[in-house]
C-alpha cells in the first residue's frame, strides 16, 4: 500500500518507535509523532528532517482515551488523512517490581493501543481511503510462552502484549471488509541501549542460561519487519515473531490453537 500519512505512538524513546518513524519518513511517509517526552519526540522529528523527511510532533499520553483520541485527530488534519497507525508506546519495563505498576503498565500497553487502533480505524473509514489502511501493534515474545521456566519478567507487560495479540487477530475481518489491515509485530530481544546495557552487565559465560540469546534483534530489523506488515496487502490479522537467534521473522498461522502439546489431567 502507499503509506503517506502516518502516526506513532512511542515515537520519543531511544527504541523501536524513533526506528520505525525514521524508516517510515525514509520511504516518503509524512509522520506524526506521538510521546508523551516531547523532548525526544523532537529529537526523532530533527533526525528526520535531516535526511529530507517530514515530522510533526504532537505530545500524548497514551493512557488518557480522550488525549489519544485528540492526537488521532490531529494527525487527520495535519495530514490530510492517515493511512498508517503503528502502536509502540510502552510503560517502563519493571521486571523488578512483579507486583506493582499493574495499571500504569497495562492502561500505556494494551488499552492505549486499544483506543488508538478504534479512532484510526474511524479515521481511514472516514477517509475512503481506496487502499485502506494499515495499523501495526507492537507485542512481544515474552507474552507467548505458557509460564516461565526461569525467575524474571513483568506480569502486567505480559498481560498486556498477549492482549494487543488477541486485539489483532480478533480484527482479521477488517481486511476483508474494509482494506484496514491490523498485523502485530512480536519482537525477541531488541538492541535498545537499556537492553545493550543489561546484556553487557551479565557474563556471556552465564548469558544462555539467563535466556539471552546469542544475537539481539537490531533496531533496523525491527523497522523492516513494520514496514513489511504495512505493505504487504495480503496480511491481516496475522502475528509476526521474530525470535533473535532466528535469521528472519516468521508468521503464527492464522488460528492456531496457542499451545504445543496438551497434557492429561
Known amino acids: 500500500m502507499n503509506a503517506r500519512r502516518a502516526l506513532v505512538t512511542g515515537a520519543g524513546g531511544v527504541g523501536c518507535g524513533r526506528a520505525i518513524a525514521r524508516r517510515l519518513a525514509r520511504e516518503g511517509a509524512a509522520v506524526v509523532l506521538a510521546d508523551l517526552d516531547e523532548l525526544g519526540a523532537h529529537e526523532t522529528a530533527r533526525l528526520i528532517a ?3 523527511g517530514r515530522a510533526i510532533v504532537r505530545g500524548c499520553d497514551v493512557r488518557v482515551a480522550s488525549d489519544v483520541e485528540e492526537t488521532v485527530a490531529f494527525a487527520v488534519r495535519e495530514l490530510g ?12 519495563y519493571r521486571p523488578g517490581e512483579p507486583l506493582e505498576n499493574w495499571v500504569d503498565t ?23 481511503l ?28 505480559d498481560v498486556a502484549k498477549a492482549g494487543v495479540m488477541r486485539l489483532t487477530t480478533m480484527l482479521a475481518w477488517l481486511g476483508e471488509a474494509e482494506k484496514i489491515r491490523v498485523n502485530c509485530f512480536m519482537p525477541d530481544w531488541v538492541a535498545t541501549p537499556e537492553v545493550e546495557e543489561y546484556v553487557a552487565s551479565v557474563p ?12 539481539l534483534t537490531t533496531l533496523d530489523e525491527v523497522a523492516d519487519a513494520v514496514m513489511l506488515l504495512v505493505r504487504d496487502e495480503s496480511l491481516a490479522g496475522r502475528v509476526m515473531v521474530w525470535w533473535s537467534d532466528d535469521a528472519a521473522p516468521k508468521m503464527i498461522p492464522f488460528g492456531d490453537r496457542g499451545f504445543n502439546a496438551i497434557e492429561d489431567l
Open 50 to 52: 535531516k535526511t529530507g
Open 81 to 92: 488523512g492517515l493511512d498508517v497507525l503503528v502502536n509502540d508506546a510502552s510503560a517502563p
Open 106 to 128: 497495562v492502561t500505556t500497553d494494551l488499552l492505549g493501543a486499544m483506543t488508538a487502533t478504534r479512532a484510526a480505524i474511524e479515521a481511514m473509514r472516514a477517509n475512503h
Open 130 to 157: 481506496a487502499s485502506g489502511g494499515a495499523i501495526v501493534n507492537l507485542g512481544s515474545t515474552s507474552a507467548l510462552a505458557h509460564g516461565r521456566v526461569g525467575p524474571g519478567g513483568s506480569p502486567a507487560y
Open 204 to 215: 556471556e559465560e552465564e548469558r544462555a542460561s539467563r535466556g539471552i540469546p546469542a544475537q
